[in-house]
Nanobody
Framework: QVQLVESGGGLVQAGGSLRLSCAAS????????MGWFRQAPGKAREFVAA????????YYADSVKGRFTISRDNAKNTVYLQVNSLKPEDTAVYYC????????????????WGQGTQVTVSS
Protein backbone atom coordinates (compact mmCIF):
# COMPACT_ATOMS: atom_id res chain seq x y z
CA GLN A 1 0.00 0.00 0.00
CA VAL A 2 1.15 3.56 -0.62
CA GLN A 3 0.06 6.89 0.81
CA LEU A 4 0.31 10.05 -1.28
CA VAL A 5 0.55 13.71 -0.26
CA GLU A 6 0.46 16.51 -2.83
CA SER A 7 1.84 20.00 -2.40
CA GLY A 8 2.85 23.02 -4.45
CA GLY A 9 -0.50 24.36 -5.58
CA GLY A 10 -1.46 27.99 -5.33
CA LEU A 11 -2.79 31.10 -7.02
CA VAL A 12 -0.91 32.19 -10.12
CA GLN A 13 -1.52 34.58 -13.00
CA ALA A 14 -2.12 33.31 -16.50
CA GLY A 15 1.18 32.48 -18.13
CA GLY A 16 2.77 31.59 -14.81
CA SER A 17 4.27 28.36 -13.56
CA LEU A 18 4.11 26.04 -10.58
CA ARG A 19 5.77 22.79 -9.60
CA LEU A 20 3.46 20.29 -7.96
CA SER A 21 4.95 17.53 -5.85
CA CYS A 22 3.54 14.23 -4.65
CA ALA A 23 5.38 12.48 -1.86
CA ALA A 24 4.76 8.77 -1.41
CA SER A 25 5.21 6.64 1.67
CA UNK A 26 6.63 3.16 1.64
CA UNK A 27 9.73 1.45 0.34
CA UNK A 28 8.32 0.22 -2.95
CA UNK A 29 7.66 3.52 -4.73
CA UNK A 30 9.54 2.33 -7.79
CA UNK A 31 6.97 -0.46 -8.21
CA UNK A 32 4.23 2.07 -8.93
CA UNK A 33 3.37 3.88 -12.09
CA MET A 34 2.15 7.37 -11.26
CA GLY A 35 -0.46 9.65 -12.71
CA TRP A 36 -1.69 13.19 -12.28
CA PHE A 37 -5.37 14.01 -12.67
CA ARG A 38 -7.40 17.14 -12.10
CA GLN A 39 -10.95 18.10 -11.36
CA ALA A 40 -12.45 21.52 -11.92
CA PRO A 41 -15.63 22.64 -10.14
CA GLY A 42 -18.67 21.07 -11.71
CA LYS A 43 -16.60 18.96 -14.09
CA ALA A 44 -15.52 15.36 -14.20
CA ARG A 45 -12.05 14.31 -13.19
CA GLU A 46 -9.67 14.26 -16.14
CA PHE A 47 -6.32 12.73 -16.88
CA VAL A 48 -3.34 15.07 -17.06
CA ALA A 49 -0.13 13.02 -17.24
CA ALA A 50 1.41 9.68 -16.30
CA UNK A 51 4.87 8.26 -15.88
CA UNK A 52 6.28 4.77 -15.87
CA UNK A 53 7.94 3.16 -12.87
CA UNK A 54 11.42 3.99 -14.09
CA UNK A 55 10.51 7.44 -15.33
CA UNK A 56 11.60 6.66 -18.87
CA UNK A 57 8.11 6.73 -20.37
CA UNK A 58 5.61 9.56 -20.01
CA TYR A 59 2.17 10.26 -21.42
CA TYR A 60 0.17 13.50 -21.55
CA ALA A 61 -3.31 14.70 -22.24
CA ASP A 62 -3.45 16.74 -25.43
CA SER A 63 -4.64 19.77 -23.49
CA VAL A 64 -1.38 19.99 -21.51
CA LYS A 65 1.16 18.59 -23.96
CA GLY A 66 4.08 20.96 -24.37
CA ARG A 67 3.16 22.94 -21.23
CA PHE A 68 3.29 20.34 -18.44
CA THR A 69 6.12 17.95 -17.59
CA ILE A 70 5.85 14.93 -15.32
CA SER A 71 8.95 13.49 -13.67
CA ARG A 72 9.87 11.36 -10.70
CA ASP A 73 12.72 10.82 -8.28
CA ASN A 74 12.54 7.28 -6.97
CA ALA A 75 15.28 7.97 -4.41
CA LYS A 76 13.04 10.63 -2.88
CA ASN A 77 9.75 8.75 -3.37
CA THR A 78 8.37 11.78 -5.16
CA VAL A 79 6.66 12.54 -8.45
CA TYR A 80 6.49 16.05 -9.86
CA LEU A 81 4.33 17.96 -12.27
CA GLN A 82 5.89 21.11 -13.68
CA VAL A 83 3.08 23.26 -15.01
CA ASN A 84 4.04 26.13 -17.30
CA SER A 85 2.14 28.65 -19.42
CA LEU A 86 -0.86 28.25 -17.18
CA LYS A 87 -4.31 29.19 -18.44
CA PRO A 88 -7.47 29.97 -16.49
CA GLU A 89 -8.93 26.69 -17.73
CA ASP A 90 -6.15 24.84 -15.87
CA THR A 91 -7.81 25.87 -12.61
CA ALA A 92 -8.63 22.67 -10.71
CA VAL A 93 -7.72 20.46 -7.82
CA TYR A 94 -4.78 18.35 -8.93
CA TYR A 95 -4.44 14.80 -7.65
CA CYS A 96 -1.65 12.30 -7.91
CA UNK A 97 -2.43 8.62 -8.08
CA UNK A 98 -0.51 5.35 -8.02
CA UNK A 99 -1.00 1.92 -9.46
CA UNK A 100 1.26 -1.09 -9.67
CA UNK A 101 3.29 -1.75 -12.78
CA UNK A 102 1.80 0.01 -15.82
CA UNK A 103 0.51 3.56 -16.11
CA UNK A 104 -2.88 4.41 -17.55
CA UNK A 105 -4.96 7.45 -18.41
CA UNK A 106 -7.98 5.80 -16.78
CA UNK A 107 -8.39 7.03 -13.24
CA UNK A 108 -10.58 4.06 -12.36
CA UNK A 109 -7.49 1.85 -12.57
CA UNK A 110 -5.59 3.72 -9.85
CA UNK A 111 -6.31 2.42 -6.35
CA UNK A 112 -4.25 4.99 -4.45
CA TRP A 113 -4.92 8.73 -4.41
CA GLY A 114 -3.69 11.80 -2.61
CA GLN A 115 -5.91 14.48 -1.11
CA GLY A 116 -5.26 16.98 -3.89
CA THR A 117 -3.72 20.41 -4.21
CA GLN A 118 -5.60 23.45 -5.54
CA VAL A 119 -4.28 25.33 -8.55
CA THR A 120 -6.02 28.59 -9.38
CA VAL A 121 -5.07 30.59 -12.47
CA SER A 122 -6.27 34.16 -12.70
CA SER A 123 -6.75 35.92 -16.02
Amino acid sequence: QVQLVESGGGLVQAGGSLRLSCAASGRTFSSYAMGWFRQAPGKAREFVAAISRSGVSTYYADSVKGRFTISRDNAKNTVYLQVNSLKPEDTAVYYCAARLLIYSDNGELYPYWGQGTQVTVSS
